[in-house]
Each structure stands twice: as structure tokens, then as C-alpha cells.
């Protein structure tokens, strides 16, 4: 199995809701990876989980919370978010340290409204 | 944060034709890939370079890097229009001596007319 599972696929959610993002991968991979993607830019990096470990936060706003329960799944929660929030999130896995590729999910589109 | 600029942001060619992207990164990496993403979808990895390698082929892709210029390119040849998408280089560099950090470069989108 080289899958990335990401749901939902879409969501729409108003400024004051919150929801969670969800992400499953079942290839052994220790890192997983989210991602902020706005229409004709690349991907960003927002969070590293290495070892079920937050090990990296690029300076990502408080209203956007990451989880990682076990090796296999990684939730994002949305709390209070802004229009300008509306975007793709892709997670993504990999094995860690070493020179290995990464894994993609097909993201979630997200609408803030 | 974003890693490289990529060029040319888009180019168009006629199938059969020979696409090249290149690829321009600030700080020392374990390697750089590429990444292909159809109509805003996930990205798809089409092929890794070590740092301490300088080409590498895959089918009809070449990519070749040079940690010198801190610059890669990637070649498509006999381009189809199937090859329709966005291309994205992305450098790994291993953060703390353990977590890999991938940052994608601005990327290329690349259109093959039939």
C-alpha cells in the first residue's frame, strides 16, 4: 500500500466552526508532513512530525493545530480560521534520514467562508 | 518558506518536443527531487538526485544537479501532451541531523500541445 488517505476531500466551513483535517498512511513511514497550498504557488511547509514528534513549525498561527495519535495518522484542527486560510492541504510521508521520497495525498480543499 | 525559484514559471511546446526547467536553491541539501502535480492535486514524485550525484535518467526524464551553482535542471524529452502539468523542484536538507525538511521551489507549469 503506497497511499496517502487525506479526508475530506473538500470542506467549507464558516470563520467561528471548528473541524479537523485527517490523514492516514500505512507504508511504515516516521515522517509526516503538512503542507499549505494557494491556487499557482507551490506547497508550503507548516508542520514536521518526525517519531510522533512535532519537530518542526514554520511560524504556522496558533489556529492551526497539528496532532499526530500514532505512526500511521495525522489530523490537522482548524479552530477560528480566515478566509485567507482557504487553500489545499496536502499531508505527506516519507521515511526519515533518508535520501527517500516523499508520499502525497490528493488534499483537502478547503473553503473558509 | 520556500527553497528555490524555478524557471522559465511556464512554458509550452508541441508534443515530441524537448521541455528543460531549471532549478535554483539557497542552502545545502541531502537532495533535490521532482515533483509533478496535475490540476491542483497531490504531487507525484518523478525522480531523486543525491547531493553527490551530478545526473541521473529515468525514463524520459534527466535531471542533473550541480551543489556548485546550487542549481538543477530537469530535461523531458519526446514530450507528450499527457506531460500537461506542474513541476515542482523540492530540496531535502535533513533539520537537526534528523528530520528531513523538504521545501518545494516556485515550480514550472508546462503545457504540451498536441
Known amino acids: 500500500d503506497t497511499e496517502v488517505t487525506q479526508t475530506p476531500k473538500h470542506l467549507v466551513m464558516g470563520m467561528t466552526n471548528k473541524k479537523s483535517l485527517k490523514c492516514e498512511q500505512h507504508m511504515g513511514h516516521r515522517a509526516m508532513y503538512w503542507y499549505k497550498q494557494k491556487a499557482k504557488k507551490p506547497p508550503e511547509l507548516m508542520f514536521v512530525y518526525s517519531y510522533e514528534k512535532l519537530s518542526i513549525n514554520e511560524s504556522v498561527p496558533s489556529r492551526f493545530s497539528p496532532e499526530c495519535p500514532n505512526s500511521s495518522l495525522l489530523n490537522l484542527h482548524l479552530h477560528a480560521l480566515q478566509p485567507e486560510d482557504s487553500a489545499l492541504y496536502l499531508c505527506?510521508?516519507?521515511?526519515?534520514?533518508?535520501?527517500?521520497?516523499?508520499?502525497f495525498g490528493q488534499g483537502t480543499r478547503l473553503t473558509v467562508v | 518558506s520556500q527553497q528555490g525559484e524555478e524557471d522559465p514559471q511556464a512554458l509550452s511546446i508541441q508534443e515530441g518536443e524537448n521541455a528543460t526547467m531549471n532549478c535554483s536553491y539557497k542552502t545545502s541539501i541531502n537532495n533535490l527531487q521532482w515533483y509533478r502535480q496535475n490540476s491542483g492535486r497531490g504531487l507525484v514524485h518523478l525522480i531523486l538526485?543525491?547531493?553527490?550525484?551530478r545526473e541521473k535518467h529515468s525514463g524520459r526524464l534527466r535531471v542533473t544537479l550541480d551543489t556548485s551553482k546550487k542549481s538543477s535542471s530537469l530535461l523531458i524529452t519526446a514530450s507528450r501532451a499527457a506531460d500537461t502539468a506542474s513541476y515542482f523542484c523540492?530540496?531535502?536538507?535533513?533539520?537537526?541531523?534528523?528530520?528531513?525538511?523538504?521545501?518545494f521551489g516556485t515550480g514550472t507549469l508546462l503545457a504540451v500541445q498536441p
Open positions: 505527506a510521508s516519507s521515511f526519515i534520514n533518508q535520501d527517500t521520497e516523499a508520499f
Open positions: 523540492a530540496t531535502d536538507a535533513r533539520y537537526g541531523g534528523a528530520t528531513n525538511k523538504l521545501i
Open positions: 538526485i543525491r547531493s553527490n550525484e
